[in-house]
């Protein structure tokens, strides 16, 4: 059976926030001349996350924050640079002297070029074919473990809370290939801030090559992105063995396509999608819902029903995506084709 924690209380509300935040006019747009250590933030999220400056690493053209309330209280994150425009500042905060602002300035826009990566369709072929051998491998493994074709998946949406046994039996997985401290990185990053450092980066660039999904985004600033524990190799290997692994347990619990939902709250005018290697939803609608409801400007509430293929990450299995945060997330392979997600 899967795990079995209490059903959240009626109107408790998804995520944290603070009803008696002060309004945006006792704050100032941020520029490089914030990036003060020290300095208190928020995030132009629609509950103004508030942060601290910890420092810059003027290497590669990244700023640290810690995060000073919410589910993710304590966690740091390193940001380009230019992401600093995405917070705000209160009035007054101190502010470097001009020719340090417009040094950052400068080195943000040396390093913050963007590439972009096709997928090439002999590659797709290639890698759809090695997902098929690897789904030949995990079967027998997965069918000795008949308890996983039990588990519920709409109790678990209700519940938002994963399974137990299905998480183990991925964590048994990963151990044996070798991949779990990878598992670890990845999943923790992309659950607080996919945008924080570049391992989610890494594997979006090597989704591209191979040949699931277009990349578009920032070029690498770290040298040693592919290096260590995060080789292009490893990486594949991820990929690949996580697939397989979610394709198979859907086999077994009957699931043959995914219901999806997004909701996205808007503070301006909806700019067009950037194609997204990596791509959030969730399957409950009242986490959609709750950033549909968000106080700001405009809101989209959007479902879909999305092919097992398409699947690489889920709460059922992902141990961080029920640590703080209680989403019931699904994360899927980009479709740069769909007019949705």
Excluded at 28 to 45: I, S
Excluded at 140 to 157: F, K, S, T
């Amino acid at each position: 059976m899967p795990s079995e924690p209490h059903d959240p209380e009626p109107g408790t509300p998804v995520y944290e926030h603070d009803p008696d935040a002060p309004g945006d006019e006792a704050f100032e747009a941020g520029t490089f001349g914030h990036l003060v250590a020290g300095n208190r933030a928020r995030m132009l999220d629609p509950r103004r996350t508030p942060v601290t400056v910890l420092g810059v690493d003027p290497v590669r053209g990244e700023f640290e924050v810690e995060v000073g309330a919410f589910e993710d209280a304590g966690a740091r994150w390193r940001l380009a640079l230019e992401d600093v425009s995405r917070f705000q500042f209160p009035g007054g905060s101190r502010t470097l002297a001009g020719n340090e602002a417009r040094g950052l300035e400068q080195l943000a826009g040396r390093l913050g070029r963007d590439i972009e990566i096709p997928a090439a369709p002999e590659d797709r072929e290639a890698t759809l074919a090695g997902i098929a051998r690897e789904r030949e491998r995990l079967r027998p493994l997965l069918l000795g473990r008949p308890e996983l074709a039990e588990i519920g998946l709409e109790r678990c949406v209700r519940e938002r809370t994963g399974s137990s046994l299905a998480a183990a039996a991925l964590q048994e997985l990963l151990e044996a290939a070798g991949l779990a401290s990878l598992e670890r990185s990845l999943t923790g990053t992309y659950v607080s801030n996919p945008n924080s450092g570049e391992v989610v980066k890494g594997h979006a660039i090597v989704i591209a090559e191979l040949g699931l999904c277009p990349y578009s985004g920032r070029a690498v600033r770290d040298e040693h992105l592919f290096t260590g524990d995060g080789t292009r190799e490893r990486r594949r290997s991820h990929i690949l063995l996580r697939m397989a692994f979610l394709q198979e347990l859907a086999a077994l619990t009957g699931l043959a396509d995914a219901q999806l939902y997004r909701g996205i709250a808007l503070a301006g005018p909806l700019a067009p999608r950037r194609p997204s290697s990596l791509l959030a939803a969730t399957f409950s609608r009242e986490v959609a819902g709750s950033h549909f409801d968000s106080p700001t400007e405009a809101a989209l509430l959007m479902r879909r029903r999305v092919p097992v293929s398409r699947l690489f990450m889920t709460f059922l299995e992902t141990t961080a995506m029920n640590d703080r945060y209680h989403e019931a997330e699904a994360v899927l392979i980009g479709d740069p084709e769909s007019p949705l997600f």
